[in-house]
């Protein structure tokens, strides 16, 4: 399975994107889903995730509220809405898959990543 990531953009602080992943090559019905992003000179970050039949959802507690992450197994995609977004959340942002399918928050746990997509959020 392969996944790509789009929908970023430049963004004026306060305003919304929404990121898409597409999942190609396979399903992505038995695995947990997660986007991570990654900011210059920092680590790569959890941002939330979602278990295979989004019956658990995790966020942190920064995105909590302003983003919200959703699922559409039949269509083989994953979406995250991001909205208030804020200069902080500037990153380029990665869809990942795990064998773990209720979806954790350790970048270890994911075996499969997108090529991620850049959000710039403008002050």
């Known amino acids: 399975v392969q996944l790509q990531a789009s929908g970023g953009g430049l963004v004026q602080a306060g305003g919304s994107l929404r990121l898409s992943c597409a999942a190609s090559?396979?399903?992505?019905?038995?695995?947990?889903m997660a986007w991570f992003r990654q900011a210059p000179g920092k680590e790569r970050e959890f941002v939330a995730a979602?278990?295979?039949?989004?019956?658990?959802?995790d966020y942190t507690k920064d995105a909590k509220g302003r983003f919200t992450i959703s699922r559409d197994n039949a269509k083989n995609t994953m979406s995250l809405q991001m909205d208030s977004l804020k200069p902080e959340d500037t990153a380029v942002y990665y869809c990942?898959?795990?064998?773990?399918?209720?979806?954790?928050?350790?970048?270890?746990?994911?075996?499969?990543w997108g090529q991620g997509t850049q959000v710039t959020v403008s002050s």
């Open positions: 990942a898959a795990s064998f773990y399918s209720s979806g954790t928050r350790s970048v270890g746990d994911y075996h499969m």
């Open positions: 090559g396979g399903t992505i019905v038995d695995y947990g």
């Open positions: 979602v278990s295979k039949r989004s019956l658990t959802i």
